[in-house]
């Protein structure tokens, strides 16, 4: 078992920058994977960036340039920084730890509000 708690989201303007940040009560480095996903209003929850053990990562095209991933297994935190953000990025961020079996563990969220 492992509890997550994201931080880091807010109102910011279009084209401005945010950092959400998850820390885990465990170690990550016990999992199979980090991700980030994230749920707008009316749509269903997307994977948004993920990072494996072995430090692969991979991201939805709608952020690949915008948005990083990255970890600190000393820390137990994963980290998502958002560059240029977009009215359509305005969502509920999910940070998620996934077993080697697809298992998912889920933080409460973190709302995103990006302005025109």
């Known amino acids: 078992q492992v509890q997550l708690v994201e931080s880091g989201g807010g109102l910011v303007q279009a084209g401005g920058s945010l950092r959400l940040s998850c820390a885990a009560s465990g170690s990550i480095f016990s999992f199979n994977a980090m991700a980030w996903h994230r749920q707008a209003p009316g749509k269903q929850r997307e994977l948004v960036a993920a990072m494996t053990t072995t430090g692969s990562k991979n991201y939805a095209d709608s952020v690949k340039g915008r948005f990083t991933i990255s970890r600190d297994n000393a820390k137990n935190t994963v980290y998502l920084q958002m560059n240029n953000l977009k009215a359509e990025d305005t969502a509920v961020y999910y940070c998620?730890?996934?077993?080697?079996?697809?298992?998912?563990?889920w933080g409460q969220g973190t709302q995103v509000t990006v302005s025109s």
């Open positions: 998620a730890a996934v077993s080697i079996s697809d298992r998912h563990w």
